[in-house]
């Protein structure tokens, strides 16, 4: 049997000291995709595809490596992926595509690690006062971040509580599945999460969007076809996977408060393709949201 030797376990370390970051890079590209794909396709509709196409990648490698299924554990396993999934993503881009915007959007669901923190208790973990700190510091960097892209037009109560629904989705959907299934394998479990979710937004796709199986409200164009492969490979597998696994090792209030990094990397990637305008207020937004995290994360 090998043994690992120290540059071995240095170099593990290394990519492990990694992963939040490329879980905050990859995430991160979540509102730019939508401004790609949702011109050519209903929320639900585009979400449902983008399900459907998550469990045509994982099919051949779950059956290929035989995987083992989560036993005993599948009705959490799916609970949880509906809600962190079907619930979440849904209620953001359908109140993107009302006209809810995308910064309002963000500070919304930008709330997230203070609830998870005010669950804490639930999970068995405690949140020290310097975490509180940092979660306030991120909020307040988050709100700089966005406050110039923040208008009320296109404000809606419908389209609020879309995104305070996302909002309560994802956050109980982590606790829950901090809780109730942290472990099980990335291959099979992922494909219980999408299955189900698929599931859920099949009919409302068809109900508010009037899918049908020859998918004429889907507008092929190359932008839409990016996208779609984007938000399958990077998002749904890359992002998931690397999620997952920062809710296997770590506390949910140190994993959810990397998600106050989301909206200044946004910006600069919005700032970087798009021309969007980024100003020195944002750039302050920025390094307080940094500060913050690693006041949440520092251990």
């Known amino acids: ?3 690992m030797t120290a540059g071995d376990s240095r170099h593990k370390q290394l990519l492990l000291s990694l992963v939040p970051f490329a879980f905050v890079l990859i995430w991160s590209t979540g509102f730019v995709v939508a401004k790609f794909g949702l011109p050519f396709a209903p929320p639900m509709t585009f979400l449902f595809l983008r399900f459907v196409g998550v469990l045509l990648v994982l099919l051949p490698l779950v059956l290929i490596f035989r995987a083992p299924w989560p036993r005993g554990r599948i009705r959490h396993v799916a609970v949880a992926g509906i809600l962190l ?5 849904a209620g953001v ?3 993107i595509k009302m006209g809810m915007p995308a910064g309002l959007s963000a500070l919304i669901v930008g709330m997230q690690p203070i609830l998870t923190a005010f669950a804490a208790p639930f999970l068995g973990e405690s949140v020290q006062k310097r975490q509180w700190l940092g979660l306030g510091l991120g909020l307040c960097g988050v709100g700089l971040v966005v406050a110039n892209k ?7 109560p419908l389209s609020i509580g879309l995104c305070v629904f996302a909002l309560l989705s994802i956050t109980v959907g982590t606790l829950y599945q901090k809780r109730y299934c942290a472990h099980f394998d990335l291959r099979t479990g992922t494909m219980v999460q999408f299955a189900a979710s698929a599931v859920v937004l099949l009919p409302l796709a068809i109900c508010f969007e009037g899918l049908d199986w020859r998918l004429s409200q889907v507008e092929w164009t190359p932008h839409f076809i990016a996208a779609m492969l984007w938000s399958v490979f990077a998002l749904s597998i890359g992002a998931i996977f690397l999620l997952f696994a920062l809710i296997r090792q770590s506390a949910a209030t ?5 998600l106050y990094l989301t909206p200044p990397t946004t910006a600069v990637m ?3 393709m798009f021309g969007e305008a980024f100003s020195m207020i944002g ?3 920025m390094l307080i949201s940094v500060i913050g995290v690693a006041f949440v994360v520092r251990r």
Not at 150 to 156: A, D
Request: no cysteine; hydrophobic share 60%; glycine share 10%.
């Open 1 to 3: 049997m090998m043994r």
């Open 85 to 89: 999934q079907a619930g979440y993503l």
């Open 93 to 95: 881009w359908s109140a």
């Open 150 to 156: 923040i208008s009320l037009i296109g404000l809606s």
């Open 254 to 258: 140190r994993v959810t408060s990397l």
């Open 270 to 272: 919005a700032w970087l």
């Open 283 to 285: 750039m302050l937004g």
